[in-house]
């Protein structure tokens, strides 16, 4: 009687030990590999960007598709350097160099996902902030000069193909234009 489980136990493990042998592995679908799938190859793109607002800036990079790619544009005010007074109302939200003057700032993030036709659904996302002038505040007894604000933010989707030479140029609402280029490597 005490054999029994045993022997029970014996066949488990063989029973076990054949489901999980390279025998029984065969009869399952292949595996594919995306770095051999045609449209995964990294994408060299270039954003282009004409302000009126915040400046004129460009930036290659390279990306595969359904990754995100953040950059940042920063450089000096368009009116020079600003200084910005610790107490001034939202403070923490205006972006500032090392000397801790107001800097013009700008962020995107490219999400490109391609599709078997070779084309990308691209989303970008556009957050900029540039100081434009000053004003004066009352903080409690004291009167400060701190920067007016010029803040924008929108994403939107397109549609282009990734072939060399691809371009698409989007016009945002404040009028800020975008062009990008793309060319799989």
Known sequence: MKRRPHVRGIGFAAALACALSPL????????KVLNEAANDGPIKYTVKMVSKNFGNEQETRTIRS?????????GSAP???????????EVSSVPKSADGAAVRQVQIRFAPMVGDNGAANVQLSFRAYAPKGVNTVKVGAKSLQ?????KFSQIVRFNMPTSAGSKKTVTLDDGTQLTVTACRK
């Open 24 to 31: 029984g592995a065969h009869a399952t679908p292949g595996i």
């Open 66 to 74: 359904g990754q995100t790619d953040d950059f940042t544009w920063q």
């Open 79 to 89: 009116n020079g350097a600003q200084a910005v007074p610790g107490e001034c109302p």
């Open 146 to 150: 701190c920067p007016v604000s010029n």
